[in-house]
T-cell receptor
Framework: EAGVTQFPSHSVIEKGQTVTLRCDPI?????LYWYRRVMGKEIKFLLH????????ESGMPNNRFLAERTGGTYSTLKVQPAELEDSGVYFC????????????????FGPGTRLTVL | AQSVTQPDIHITVSEGASLELRCNYS??????LFWYVQSPGQGLQLLLK??????LVQGIKGFEAEFKRSQSSFNLRKPSVHWSDAAEYFC???????????FGTGTRLKVLA
């Protein structure tokens, strides 16, 4: 079974440019999450999709970040325009949707995209 | 606010020595606790998890962790460290009632030959 994949692995862009990160979850996983780790800090939640719907986007820093999951499969996270403080590693994770189970299932993480904004 | 604390930013141990990485969580409800490891150039790999039941859980690569509610701790242990264990280790709490995990800041492990 293929794991969570992310593309690109690294991206270096100039301040003000646009970058789009892609995440392909594990097949059959309806839950998809984005997290970010800024250097030296903890990994922080950005948002959660259930299928194609945004369930929780409380962690999105501001409206320069736009996440989509059309068709409920892969997801993209666009940063436009990028700022210096957006640099970090962006992780995607996925998990199964467990009906009737009062706890979340284990999240499986991708390798991350390292974004550097110059 | 819910938080996870990993007090040790860096730990250095000799190969073959025992290891304990500390994790304290703050959320009071039923805990869903995880340890992940990130090796250089790799993604986050699940080592083990605790949802309920036996408070000593076994994971992959010879790791184990013990849940202690009285101390709000979920420390990770390994009796004999291998050079390949050098990596960054993250404790996470999924108990918030939503699906998001709260992570600690990570502990970077260095193994001396």
């Amino acid at each position: 079974e293929a794991g969570v994949t992310q593309f690109p692995s690294h991206s270096v862009i100039e301040k003000g440019q646009t970058v789009t990160l892609r995440c392909d979850p594990i097949s059959g996983h309806d839950n998809l999450y984005w997290y970010r780790r800024v250097m030296g800090k903890e990994i922080k939640f950005l948002l959660h999709f259930v299928k194609e719907s945004k369930q929780d986007e409380s962690g999105m820093p501001n409206n320069r970040f736009l996440a989509e999951r059309t068709g409920g499969t892969y997801s993209t996270l666009k940063v436009q325009p990028a700022e210096l403080e957006d640099s970090g590693v962006y992780f995607c994770a996925s998990s199964r949707l467990l009906a009737g189970v009062p706890r979340p299932d284990t999240q499986y993480f991708g390798p991350g995209t390292r974004l550097t904004v110059l | 606010a819910q938080s996870v604390t990993q007090p040790d930013i860096h730990i250095t141990v000799s190969e073959g020595a025992s290891l304990e990485l500390r994790c304290n969580y703050s959320y009071g409800a039923t805990p869903y606790l995880f340890w992940y490891v990130q090796s250089p150039g790799q993604g986050l790999q699940l080592l083990l998890k605790y949802f309920s039941g036996d408070t000593l859980v076994q994971g992959i690569k010879g790791f184990e962790a013990e849940f202690k509610r009285s101390q709000s701790s979920f420390n990770l242990r390994k009796p004999s460290v291998h050079w390949s264990d050098a990596a960054e280790y993250f404790c996470a709490d999924g108990s918030s009632g939503t699906y998001k995990y709260i992570f600690g800041t990570g502990t970077r492990l260095k193994v001396l030959a």
